[in-house]
């Protein structure tokens, strides 16, 4: 096990061009290659351990991937190869949720699985829905637990209404449409993150998106991506939270995606009282551009309920700035925090506690009132989110965080970053 320690930082000045590429973006550019029948040239693909993980089932599906240094040329197969082994996607549940609904629709057997805290992750909310239109998926506990076994043929056209708003449920019934056999469409109670329907409109794929999403079955293979992977804002919000809370300091954040469901963190940071500015310079595939965050005063409290889906991945550094705010920060309705690569509520009430601040555990989300932060000694959970949000904690209040492997996962210069801007130590 590795641990990270973290000292406290002086004001500083960052001007960032090597935040990690999207997460996001990457798995989509890997698995999207295969929709084409021409090689896609992508750039800036994140060479973190999940989305490597992604590349390589891409491998085991027929693909020939060439590695030349600033970018990848994948080459799709003529024909889907039915894998000789189990497909292995790491900790990503981006990539098993998709590719769940990717290869349900393409003859032949596959077997999804991950690593210990991935096959704890809940999968029935893709397997039922995709059951519901004639996929064949089976796994643990009826197939809501992975290791999933997929039998792989044309899927029914389907009108579905999810309950949940969930990018990665949409995908992978949007990725199974586009081998259905006539036109399908997707609902859901707020739009989420999409990525998705972007990117394979970009493509040349009939996808309509109003309230309801219809897409047309492809009739011919798409056209070939040629994609820079922008920054990911996910992960530069880190750095964003870490400038709106050390006095002084400012912190600007190169192409980045500016894509609206993926920037509202930065527009609940700027309601709290930090000055964030937006510049889009590209938009193509992705709006992007540049974010700098800059210091201004103490933050304030914040009531967090809407636009949940938007801020998923961020609402664990956000409770760090909530942390220090003046007055009491409430996050409802993010029950789906719990089921990401750990309980995220549970994980984040008891880092906050080891560090004294006052706060409240809730079904859907938690209450912190803003205090002092000091120095722990914290638990990640396993969970990249949590390792990193307690890391940024640590420039107001030395943090030992325990089990920092899975920083690997998603960001994997995080630690150098953060050593531009302060201490810090690693040690197994």
């Not at 205090?371 to 638990?379: C, M, N, Q, T, Y």
């Amino acid at each position: 096990m590795k641990f990270l320690e973290v000292k406290r930082a002086e004001p500083f000045d960052l001007v960032c061009d090597t935040i990690a590429s999207d997460k996001s973006i990457s798995h989509r550019c890997a698995m999207f290659s295969l929709l084409s029948d021409r090689p896609s040239t992508i750039r800036n693909f994140l060479r973190a351990e999940d989305t490597l993980c992604t590349l390589e089932i891409v491998k085991q599906l027929g693909a020939e991937v060439k590695d030349e240094g600033d970018r990848l040329v994948i080459t799709p197969p003529s024909e889907m190869k039915e894998p000789e082994n189990v497909l292995d996607c790491g900790n990503s549940g981006t990539a098993m949720r998709l590719f769940c609904g990717f290869l349900a629709a393409i003859e032949g057997h596959y077997v999804l699985t991950g690593d210990r805290y991935l096959r704890r992750r809940p999968m029935g909310r893709v397997v039922e829905p995709l059951r519901q239109i004639g996929a064949k998926l089976d796994g643990r506990e009826e197939g809501r637990l992975a290791p999933l076994c997929i039998r792989g043929e044309k899927l029914r056209a389907f009108n579905y209404e999810s309950t949940i708003a969930s990018a990665q449920v949409k995908s992978a019934m949007i990725l199974a449409a586009l081998r259905a056999e006539d036109v399908s469409t997707y609902s859901e109670p707020e739009l989420s993150r999409d990525h998705t329907e972007r990117m394979l409109r970009g493509m040349g794929a009939n996808i309509e998106s109003w309230d309801t999403i219809t897409i047309e079955p492809m009739i011919r293979p798409l056209e070939p991506l040629d994609i820079t992977v922008p920054a990911d804002p996910s992960s530069g919000f880190f750095f964003a939270v870490a400038a709106a809370i050390v006095p002084g300091s400012r912190v600007v954040l190169r192409n980045v995606t500016l894509n609206p469901t993926r920037t509202e963190a930065y527009r609940v940071l700027e309601k709290m009282g930090a000055d964030v500015r937006f510049e889009e310079r590209e938009n193509r595939y992705e709006p992007i551009g540049d974010i700098t965050v800059t210091y201004d005063r103490r933050l304030e409290a914040v009531e967090v309920n809407e636009h949940i889906s938007w801020l998923i991945d961020e609402l664990p550094a956000l409770s760090i700035a909530m942390a220090v705010a003046e007055g009491e920060s409430v996050v409802r309705n993010a029950e789906e925090l719990r089921v990401k690569e750990s309980d995220r509520i549970s994980c984040v009430i008891d880092g906050l506690k080891a560090c004294g601040i006052e706060c409240r555990e809730q079904e859907d989300g938690y209450t912190i009132v803003g205090g002092e932060l000091h120095s722990a000694r914290i638990d990640s959970c396993g969970d990249h989110r949590i390792a990193m949000s307690f890391a940024v904690a640590g420039l107001l209040a030395d943090m030992t965080i325990e089990d920092v492997d899975c920083i690997e996962t998603s960001f994997p210069n995080f630690t150098q970053i953060l050593g531009s801007i302060t201490e810090v130590r690693e040690w197994r």
